[in-house]
């Protein structure tokens, strides 16, 4: 059987923001019960009070403190690290791209810092590196080879434990953050104990303070 409490979970955890605003206390229960109470008991097919709907939020909202990701813990010696000037290529997945690929690996010198991320999807390959090795990435691949391109780019890593790789919601606990912070993510690259974020030059000191 339906209950009230099980629909108001659902519509809370539907909203990303609304579901942030109750985890962290700042919503009204009364004026939200007001506008979703009608939603409530459309759902349910019946008409329920508002101090039901009332109780099942404050209760749910109860639920999302208690069950707070734990706080991400860094190594003692690992502070956020960040880097500009870097340039996103995406290109059309093919044999042909991967030969493209290997050449390109010799370009960079990475015991100077050199950036060179390649994340491969199903369909098209995601390319980051210093903008300065923008010509010949292109060069490589092809003008016409590139679907999408986004220079002056900012990078933010993070160094986490090894346990992120088995502690569900890690990922969440911080891009929750910054979407409650319109901060738009461009990119994302994990490894077993580095997250990295990827921004817009626009956003890059927010999301760093954030």
């Known amino acids: 059987?339906?209950?009230?409490?099980?629909?108001?979970?659902?519509i809370?955890?539907?909203?990303?923001?609304?579901?942030?605003?109750?985890?962290?206390?700042?919503i009204n229960f009364a004026a939200l019960a007001e506008i979703i109470k009608p939603q409530v008991g459309q759902q349910l097919g019946k008409s329920v009070t508002e101090a039901a709907?009332?109780?099942?939020?404050?209760?749910?909202?109860?639920?999302?403190?208690?069950?707070?990701?734990?706080?991400?813990?860094?190594?003692p010696h690992t502070q956020l690290t960040l880097k500009t000037n870097l340039a996103y290529f995406s290109v059309k997945r093919s044999p042909q791209l991967f030969n493209k690929l290997e050449a390109l690996y010799k370009l960079f010198d990475y015991e100077a810092g050199d950036t060179f991320n390649v994340i491969h999807g199903?369909?098209?390959?995601?390319?980051?590196?210093?903008?300065?090795?923008?010509?010949?990435v292109?060069?490589?691949?092809?003008?016409?080879q590139v679907a999408t391109q986004e220079k002056n780019l900012v990078?933010?890593?993070m160094g986490l434990e090894r346990d992120f790789l088995y502690?569900?919601?890690?990922?969440?606990?911080?891009?929750?953050?910054l979407y409650w912070d319109n901060i738009n993510i461009f990119e994302l690259v994990t490894a077993a104990t580095e997250l990295t974020f990827i921004f817009q030059k626009k956003?890059?000191?927010s999301a760093y303070a954030s």
């Open 1 to 10: 059987m339906v209950t009230v409490s099980a629909v108001v979970k659902k």
């Open 12 to 26: 809370v955890n539907e909203k990303p923001l609304l579901q942030e605003g109750l985890r962290q206390g700042i």
């Open 53 to 75: 709907v009332i109780m099942a939020l404050r209760r749910h909202s109860e639920a999302l403190a208690e069950g707070e990701i734990k706080k991400i813990r860094f190594f």
């Open 122 to 136: 199903n369909q098209e390959v995601s390319i980051i590196t210093d903008d300065k090795y923008e010509k010949e």
């Open 138 to 144: 292109i060069a490589a691949i092809g003008n016409g």
């Open 155 to 157: 990078s933010i890593s």
């Open 167 to 177: 502690t569900p919601g890690i990922i969440f606990a911080v891009t929750r953050k």
């Open 203 to 205: 956003d890059a000191m």
